[in-house]
């Protein structure tokens, strides 16, 4: 079903009803940072967020955010290439700190001269933020916490995403709305503030804006887009699931940390638990060491996104997905899913206004 258009690709600035222009001056400074139609980013999902998805966000005026995830710098300027052929609107580039060849993708991004850089896994040292900010890039850093927030601001990140708990993939501790009123009040003057996690509906980024946020990402509500290259096993999961099966991962002891992800409860996860047990009782016979115990246990997910979205093994593959999937109906197109958060977006304000 094809929604009412809030915002048509030719509508002129001056044509605008009163809840189109109300919802963009709630996000003109982040359409502004991000040179986007709105400020709506599609956050980078390993394996998920290439070329096509990506340009096909920003194509529908959303901010795409490509994902480099375990990949080559020689792989990410291919695919960096092909995205800048693709849209000639502005797209990012996700990053993440921990990669051996970090400062190798740097210089890719610098190389290919994209817009702005999306840094996640860990604090990124100011050094690193610096180098690409002489080069014009904008970067975009994670604050999973107000004081985290403050040391970004004070090593040059020049917008941050707060993204709570009820995301998809690796996630921290702290939910969505707690961070969103714990940071906005308190930063929101100083840069732009993206929200991300359990971001389903207009409505919802609405009340993110009204907080001071200067726009939204989503992940999850992207993932079943006909654009998106995830194997149709891995979207029907999407289709079929409901936010109670977004789980996060379970450690069983907590001498051996497990890092938390959401994701679709499956056979993976359930043989984790079995799996964490065994090496546990290896352990404790004296038959591995900690350090052996913890890596084996670490290793355990690894090469397993890629199960699920490439090859479609949504048995014993990583179902990562946030606990909005449950808003996740059916497949559709990227220009669809954004007309359908303006058109909620709008009515929303509609009714601020009437009432
Ligand atoms: C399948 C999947 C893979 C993801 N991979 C990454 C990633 O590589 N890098 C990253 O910064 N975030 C990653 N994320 C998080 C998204 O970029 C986004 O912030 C998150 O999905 C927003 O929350 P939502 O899922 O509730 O919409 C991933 C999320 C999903 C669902």
């Known amino acids: 079903m094809k929604m009412p258009s ?4 030719h509508q002129h600035a001056s044509n605008l009803s009163p809840a189109q222009k109300k919802l963009q001056g709630l996000w003109q400074r ?4 991000l040179g986007s139609r709105y400020g709506i980013l599609g956050g980078a999902m390993t394996w998920v967020s290439e070329r096509n998805l990506v340009s096909a966000i920003s194509n529908a005026g959303g901010f795409g955010v490509l994902a480099c995830g375990a990949m080559s710098p020689d792989l990410l300027r291919q695919e960096i290439i092909a995205t800048q052929a693709l849209t000639s609107r502005p797209f990012g580039v996700n990053l993440i700190t921990m990669h051996p060849q970090f400062e190798d993708l740097m210089a890719v991004l610098i190389e290919t001269k994209v817009s702005h850089a999306v840094l996640g896994g860990g604090l990124p040292a100011a050094s690193f933020i610096s180098t690409l900010k002489k080069s014009g890039i904008k970067v975009i850093c994670f604050a999973p916490a107000l004081i985290i927030a403050k040391k970004l601001i004070k090593n040059g990140a020049d917008a941050l995403i707060l ?7 690796h996630i921290g501790p702290v939910s969505t709305s707690v961070l969103a009123q714990e940071i906005l009040p308190v930063l929101a003057k100083e840069l732009p503030i993206f929200i991300a996690g359990g971001i389903g509906r207009g409505e919802m980024m609405i009340s ?3 907080l001071g946020a200067s726009g939204c990402q989503l992940g999850t509500r992207f993932v079943c887009a006909f654009e998106s290259r995830a194997h149709p096993h891995f979207k029907q999961a999407f289709i079929r699931a409901s936010a109670r099966d977004a789980l996060v991962s379970v450690q069983i002891d907590s001498r051996f940390p497990v890092i938390p992800v959401r994701s679709l409860s499956n056979a993976a996860t359930f043989s984790f638990l079995t799996t964490q047990q065994n090496i546990i009782d290896k352990f404790n016979k004296g038959l591995v060491d900690l350090k052996t115990a913890q890596l084996e246990i670490e290793h355990y997910w690894a090469g397993t996104l890629r199960r699920a979205v490439v090859d479609g093994d949504t048995e014993n593959g990583s179902l990562m997905a946030g606990q909005s999937v449950g808003m996740v109906t059916q497949e559709q197109s990227t220009e669809t899913i954004i007309q359908e958060l303006l058109t909620q977006a709008c009515q929303a304000l509609e009714t601020r206004t009437l009432t």
């Open 30 to 33: 982040g359409c502004d940072f």
């Open 163 to 169: 993204e709570g708990n009820e995301a998809g993939g």
């Open 208 to 210: 993110y804006l009204e």
């Open 6 to 9: 809030c915002f048509s690709a």
